[in-house]
């Protein structure tokens, strides 16, 4: 009675055909998680030698890889699932005769398919870009730091067009040498349509062969002041000091004036003293000699500060004190900065003179009353 069963035909097909591709579909969903963990370990073999810090890089490729490798393996498996099953025709051949969902179905998987090993193998690139991305971190030179990104998203690009190559000729049965040589015919007008990308593609070139700044510099260029984070083929992102991200066309941060403020060799501080009309000279002369004397023998000024009594302002006598101080560090500068501020309000202080602050003074002048008023009053 079970043969007879199994034997039973359906639609060109018996129930023993039907239970076998249910139960290739039913292993392949159940083991396509463990196979592709299998598989990346293998693909993780391959580049090992690049690794160096073994489990951590290996668990990382399995969560970049599992996704589109479960993807991938389940439509493996519902091709052999399918082989099992018996056609009229043989799905395998489409002609121009087949019905319309013959064709749709079959064209369907063929994408589904490309785009799958595309996805893998795009995952496996950011893989290696991680990988020498931990070894740039470790070289002194930023040049690599800003290539490695670079490298892997042009890869990615040429990747992704080759995958869309092969899917219009195996799919769409384009004759995809001839498409490419009458790009040749049609490649002026295509530059013109993609003007600005490659600008900004050769702006990219630019940067890398001319050096203008580098990953991690603090520049300021169009009104945006920030440090690089990331210099790709076609922009490059800034992360500006209020923290937020902004995306530059690469083509725009060489066009304009660029200022790579982590080049400097000194930062500048220039301030005014205000002090109170009530200083005398003899005092004025006193704070500036002491505080000339103090910025010249810091251990983190140049010899190029200056401090000069310069002008009388609207409610202070004004002292300009302009010095440099030798670091490029933010947090090291601003600490410097506070401890020469308190040392010249220390000087200031002993030496008698007082911190002016914006103040006015009002003169009330009485008149004297008109004597034919008080004539008037008098005879009354």
């Given at each position: ?15 023993s055909n039907y239970l076998i591709f249910t139960g290739i579909l039913l292993l392949g969903y159940i083991f396509k998680t463990v196979l592709s963990k299998l598989l990346?370990r293998f693909m993780f073999r391959l580049v090992g030698k690049l690794s160096k810090n073994g489990e951590e890089d290996e668990k990382a490729l399995k969560r970049l ?316």
């Open positions: 009675m079970n043969r007879e069963f199994l034997n039973y035909t359906f639609l060109g097909n018996t129930v990346s890889l599992v996704q589109p490798l479960e993807v991938l393996l389940f439509l493996i498996m519902l091709f052999f699932a399918f082989q099992v099953l018996k056609y009229p025709l043989d799905p395998s051949e489409v002609r121009e005769t087949d019905p319309m969902l013959k064709v749709v179905v079959r064209r369907l998987y063929q994408i589904f398919v490309i785009v799958a090993t595309n996805w893998v193998l795009l995952r496996f690139i950011d893989f290696i870009g991680l990988l020498f991305s931990r070894r740039a971190e470790k070289t002194k030179s930023k040049l690599d730091d800003q290539l490695v990104p670079f490298f892997k998203d042009f890869i990615k690009v040429l990747v992704s067009i080759f995958a869309f190559l092969v899917m219009l000729g195996s799919v769409f049965a384009v004759d995809v040498t001839g498409l490419v040589a009458g790009l040749g015919v049609g490649g002026l007008a295509l530059a013109f349509a993609a003007k600005e990308s490659l600008e900004n593609l050769l702006a990219s070139f630019t940067i890398f062969l001319d050096k203008p700044f580098a990953v991690g510099d603090l520049v300021e260029a169009g009104g945006i002041t920030g440090s690089i984070e990331k210099i790709g083929f076609r922009s490059t992102r800034i992360r500006t000091l209020e923290k937020t991200f902004v995306t530059v066309p690469n083509k725009s941060m060489i066009d304009k004036p660029l200022n790579n403020l982590t080049l400097r060799t000194f930062r500048r501080v220039s301030i005014d003293i205000n002090l109170t009309y009530n200083t005398t000279s003899a005092q004025i002369k006193a704070i500036v000699a002491e505080l000339q004397d103090f910025i010249d023998q810091h251990p983190r000024t140049n010899q190029d500060g200056r401090i000069k009594f310069h002008q009388l302002g609207a409610h202070s006598k004004d002292v300009m004190v302009l010095y440099f101080v030798d670091t490029t560090d933010f947090n090291e500068f601003i600490d410097i900065r506070e401890e020469i501020t308190y040392k010249i309000v220390e000087i200031v202080e002993r030496n008698g003179g007082e911190f002016a602050f914006p103040t006015s003074t009002v003169y009330l002048q009485q008149s004297e009353p008109d004597a034919s008023i008080i004539q008037t009053q008098d005879q009354k």
